[in-house]
């Protein structure tokens, strides 16, 4: 018998026209007409209808009063039995804390950890969020170099980088730009690290529902009780439900000490601060009810992975290795000749096609000689991107 829903992910699903109106952070609402933005990483993809319904029920319900502080009961229970289930990290739903955003629960872990002149290590390149976590609290970055043509983790050249100002240790896991999912042993020595030097954990976890089979994600707290009682792990709705315009993620604390230090700090018991009572409803139906969802993206996301990789390589002067995690690509383009900066201008002004440049604003020092492309989008959307940067590459090649 044949399916009888409708496929979520073809071409006909991504509404450009709509998303010109809507998407922005550097993409579609932000590009000239006719660029493709393979930018910020969300989806090009309509959530799924029963987070629509849900909005719209809760909506017609006519009150939308204040929440409660600390978030929705139904919210933290969902999350919490999520947590315990998905990533195996026995957490109760008091311990669970909504945020504006993962990025907003990294800057306030940041905060927790770290007084002004504080060291915080991070990984380089990474997302540059973390970086912006470090600063807005007053602490200071320590780069942890990353060989991005292997992704292999310097773990003894990390060691060496702690000082007794060290306070806290930064991991994205899966881990934006380069797609890496950290192994198990890297995560107990990375742990070790961490109990050995009384250093707090900001494990951020928002791309852990993109993994691409055979790799499997491992939470850094669910290896042992040591270091699960020094680590803060971060989620967010944005990458795996397609959120990111709810402004809703959270946070699970080890203990409830560490859980009211964070709630202080929040300031959500002043009402100055707190997540939309629509955003957790939303949140709530996408734990409970659309991980269907989740899962046909994730088919889609591994034939656009791989048919990008294949494409990208094909080019002169690009390599590119396939993530195992994230729907992000981060080809390394010093083979042509240009820098990330030039290779991402010369692809907009040539190719139309706008891509994040492996600056040290966006990812760390460390990025330079890549570009970073986001593949969330339809099938068709790709590969017209593709042809029209393959054409612009051979054209600057026969020059
Ligand atoms: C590693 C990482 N953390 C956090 C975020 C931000 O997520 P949110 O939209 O929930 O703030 C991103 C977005 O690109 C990310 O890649």
Redesign the pocket.
Known sequence: MSDPRPCLFSDDQVNVELLRQRAYNGRWAMQPAGVIPLT??DPDFPVAPEIRAAITDYVAGGYLSYGSPEGLPEFREIMAATIGSRKRIPVSPGLILPTN???AA?FLVARYALAPGDEAILFDPV?F?FGAAVDAAGGRRVYSPVDKAQGQFDLDGLAALITPRTRLLCL?NPH?PLGRVLRQDELAALGELAVEHDLTIMS?E??SDVVYPPHEHTSIASLDAGIAARTISIY?L?KSHGL?GLRV?FLAAPDPKTFDALVDLSRVQTTAEGVSTLSQVAAVVAYRDCWYWVDALLQHLTAVRDYAVARLNAMPGVRCTSPEGTYVLFPDVTGTGMSSAQAASYLLEEAHVAVVPGLPRWFGPGAEGNIRLCFSTSMGIVRTALDRMEQALARRNSQ
């Open positions: 910020a990483a955003s993962a990025a990294m997302d969020l994205c934006n951020d928002i791309w967010g944005s990111a993620g």
